[in-house]
């Protein structure tokens, strides 16, 4: 079983950066792929940015601004948010899945971290 703990959220000014953590706990998570999404308020969770099996996935909206990395010796992922906007407000999610990359299909999840985003 694998547990996921997040941390890093805040509260932030519009232009300014964030920096979330995810550590991995009761597997070594190097061959998973790892997942960072979000859900806003009364809005489907959404998919931000994977990495795994040697590649990045983003979604269009954070392409630029968020990049996604992992530290397979802690068993950690991160998600480097700056250019931070309003609409990014969010709870945020690590995930993490065996094999490659599938959007819709992430077998372990967190707890979440709060991201808000003041304009």
């Known amino acids: 079983q694998v547990q996921l703990v997040e941390s890093g959220g805040g509260l932030v000014q519009a232009g300014g950066s964030l920096r979330l953590s995810c550590a991995g706990s009761g597997r070594t998570l190097s061959s998973y792929t790892m997942g960072w999404f979000r859900q806003a308020p009364e809005k489907e969770r959404e998919f931000v940015a994977a990495i795994g099996w040697g590649t990045t996935y983003y979604a269009d909206s954070v392409k630029g601004r968020f990049t996604i990395s992992r530290d397979n010796e802690k068993n950690m992922a991160y998600l480097q948010m700056n250019s931070l906007k309003p609409e990014d407000t969010a709870v945020y999610y690590c995930?993490?899945?065996?094999?490659?990359?599938?959007?819709?299909?992430?077998?372990?999840w967190g707890q979440g971290t709060q991201v808000t985003v003041s304009s």
């Open positions: 995930a993490a899945r065996v094999g490659p990359h599938v959007r819709n299909n992430y077998h372990y």
